[in-house]
């Protein structure tokens, strides 16, 4: 309407016209037509001076390595408030880069019968055993580690260096660390499989989601879809459960949880695979994942590849095997990874429009979007949001500073975004507050502003898995929290 | 239409209609719907593998700093070929950096009665004059470069001194040499300081602008429009010239120029301003351009403005001035820098939309465009067209992987844009080839063909300032060298 304004010939710029169009434009970002309370603009005036007090600082978070910026960021008013904030749902979060490392070596790596022993290539592996548990290939003998400890001059030295294995984070310069993409996903698949054995160990398992859900809560998440690989978990003396057993442990402890913490609306999983499968383990895999849905209704989201995109197999490798459900007529949801690529024009980033072709109900990651227009009109027409992880998307190497994410374009026109972590604990980050940051300072702008974060948070409700009806009574709940928390930072 | 068809129920994904909406995406880009000849498709296949050789190397030049990339991609079968190629017309480039450092060195240094100096601040000052020159302020006594020389043991060395403090360009780690944008401003305005003694001496500028056409014409390109400060240009006796002056040059040299190489069409000059004037000097400047517009209707294209936009002051604020000639009923064109900036939100960040509300003609830069969708839409709808510099954005750090140049989403769907080079001696390029290997190995990705680049090729004469007959006669022009390449390089 304005447009066609402005559609005359030559003359002089009408400060009125202007101020419309400034103001369409504002309008049209995440949360832009959102209504504030008068408490709310009050937070908003606070919000907003915070941020030009982030912007004018001689280092920038947004712009540098969220290793380097991440003390600036834990420090800064602006966090904090972010924190109190109550953020919705993580839809993007991943089973074992939940809890921080800290615990794992101070708490976990202190439990009996925990051997570890050291690989190769510089990495480190560990098992629980009733017994010694037997040499593994490429790897030295295994050692008990309340032996090595007890043998050790400075146990502290050691369990940092155990530390470092089961994390990307580093005090180092993270650029010379990792030079390149390659670099940093094959450190990133090391320390996954480092700390494997132990989060698969069964009471370990059972204490690590729960705390996992402790740190979200605490981080004012309320709700988690967690893409879940469903191990086999172990037990002492070496036995190891099925799929559905794994399943059913998230289902209990997350009813745990929520009893204890009963403004916690809950969490469900998404069923992963990794891409480098063939595709009879693919099929096998969509068969199990369609028996899950159906015993498992209330836990279980959908199915979900996983894994570096450009490295393994892309979506359409994978079609007979991903139309089985709807072949046979049976729900199953998809929460494809897509488009997490530099790789213009390649097989893999063919993955967005296959991934909306296959229906997928919201799209991970979403990184090369804009440079799909067809994808991206079909993202926004039937309302399939992004999963949008800044943090994950720097330290893999997508972008370098966090002001050129495609997210920046994608919340000026209010394209369906959530915000969320992938791997926090992998990237010395935890729960949601500083993908927030990231977004709200970094891509968000001067512009964006309280309607913004709120519009953030409903989408996570909005955009979450969870149906209608669940969806109004967590917004019911997340709104109750959402005033207190306005009415307490408002002044 | 094909979005209709894929607006069902669920379903089993459909072979053709992917293939269907794979096409219509490809058919979107700049230069998508280019109808081929046989020999254009041969050639097409040939650019196509020497893409895919660029893509597989370890070091893919568009993700690296330019300065360590600019070996790689000169000595690339795929910058030949580009080389080669009639690019059309270089619409975004300054006066002061057209020609080779080597050549003001080498050439311009070892003429009589060049004298140097050092500042405070590590750069250097030049001058021609018959008599001996007054000391500047914050620079140490002039030395006759002649005498210094004959004083010097290693001449080289001194040379090399010399040269580097004319360019950017530097063999040394960018990331540590500039830092951050202020570093890499500021060594940029002291490096347009060092050079302009030497090319506003008559009989350089004159030279120096003869050369800089010449250099752009052995790079294939065929038109150019130069932005210049059209600034006094000095005798060997101190003694200036106006304004006219300098544009009658240009004019003149222009014309030489074109005689001597029939098959260049010819150059028009953008007179341009410092942001960092005060509104009176804006005001007369503008009643220059005015003037000159009126009086050199052939060489004048219009008016702009220069220097750093986050350091300047906002088109906003020179409003008054800017609104002169339409006030009057004379016609200006505008072609105004904007939106080269990572400031979101900021008073400098409305310059795009500004811009447009000034009826410029066509945006410099844009880089901020997609975080603007009202401005990104009218910039569309009236076919303002945005001038895309990688290599400038990428030395003064606004992308880092040039994969992440905006302009990948922008040329994705066939957004008005013609590719320029903005400074090419003061990167280290010369022409617009290495832009060019950018935007087409770098943002362009593997789906962009001969057809963009054959598009953008014919943007650069559409888009220019040329009248539409003028650009019917370039085109002409611009298709006997097109076919001509075709011919020669489709194997
Ligand atoms: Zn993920
Ligand atoms: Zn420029």
Redesign the interface.
């Known amino acids: 309407l304005l447009?066609c304004l402005?559609a005359g010939a030559?003359?002089?710029?009408d400060p009125r016209?202007?101020e419309a169009?400034?103001q369409?434009?504002a309008s049209?970002q995440t949360g832009g037509e959102m209504v504030l309370t008068d408490a709310e603009q009050r937070l908003d005036a606070r919000l907003c001076k915070l941020k030009q007090e982030e912007?004018v600082r001689a280092d920038f978070p947004p712009?540098m390595h969220f290793f380097k910026a991440r003390d600036l960021i834990r420090t800064s008013p602006m966090f904090s408030l972010l924190q109190k904030m109550p953020k919705g749902g993580a839809l993007h979060v991943h089973d074992f880069s939940i809890v921080d490392t800290e615990w794992l070596v101070k708490n976990v790596s202190y439990r009996p019968h925990c051997y570890m022993c050291f690989t190769d290539n510089q990495s480190v592996r560990f098992t629980f055993l009733s017994r010694w548990p037997k040499r593994l290939p490429h790897c030295s003998p295994w050692t008990l580690l309340e032996n090595l400890r007890a043998q050790t001059i400075n146990v502290t030295d050691l369990d940092n260096s155990i530390m470092g294995n089961l994390t990307l984070f580093t005090q180092q310069d993270p650029?010379t660390v990792y030079p390149s993409q390659d670099a940093v996903w094959d450190r990133f698949e090391q320390t996954f499989l480092a700390l494997w054995g132990l989060v698969t160990y069964a009471p370990v398992f059972r204490d690590y989601y729960y705390r996992g859900l402790t740190q979200f809560y605490m981080d004012n998440v309320m709700y988690l879809e967690l893409r879940a690989l469903l191990p086999g978990i172990y037990e002492l003396d070496g036995s190891t459960h099925d799929t559905a057993w794994t399943l059913k442990t998230y289902q209990e402890i997350t009813r745990q949880f929520t009893a204890d913490h009963p403004d916690f609306f809950g969490a469900r999983v998404i069923f992963t695979v990794h891409r480098g499968v063939n595709i009879s383990v693919m099929t096998a895999a969509v068969e199990e994942a369609m028996k899950l849905q159906r015993d498992f209704p209330d836990i279980m989201a959908g199915f979900d590849l996983v894994g570096r995109e450009d490295r393994g197999r892309p979506l359409?490798y994978f079609?007979d095997a991903l139309?089985l459900p709807?072949?046979r007529g049976v729900t199953l949801p998809f929460f494809f990874h897509a488009g997490e690529t530099?790789?213009?024009?390649?097989e893999v980033?063919?993955n967005l429009?296959?991934a909306l072709?296959?229906?997928t109900s919201r799209i991970g990651h979403g990184f090369a979007l804009?440079?799909?227009?067809?994808?991206k009109?079909?993202s926004r027409?039937r309302e399939v949001a992004v999963e949008v992880c800044p943090i994950s998307n720097q330290v893999l190497k997508?972008?370098?500073?966090l002001?050129?994410h495609?997210a920046?374009?994608l919340m000026?026109?209010s394209h369906p975004v959530v915000i969320s972590a992938d791997d926090p604990a992998m990237f010395g980050a935890s729960g949601l507050s500083y993908d927030f940051y990231e977004a709200f300072v970094g891509?968000?702008?001067?512009?964006?502003h309280i309607g913004s974060l709120k519009q953030l948070a409903i989408n996570s409700i909005r955009y979450s898995s969870l149906t209608r009806k669940q969806q109004e009574k967590a917004l019911a709940l997340w709104q109750r929290r959402w005033d207190k928390f306005v009415s307490e930072n408002a002044f």
Request: proline fraction near 5%; charged fraction near 25%.
């Open positions: 447009l402005f030559l003359s002089i710029p016209l202007r169009l400034i369409l434009e049209m912007m712009a650029e359409w079609r139309s709807v072949e530099d790789l213009e024009g390649t980033d063919q429009l296959d072709l296959l229906n804009l440079r799909h227009p067809v994808a009109d079909i027409k997508l972008v370098n500073d002001r050129n495609p920046a374009a000026s026109e891509f968000g702008g001067l512009r964006s």
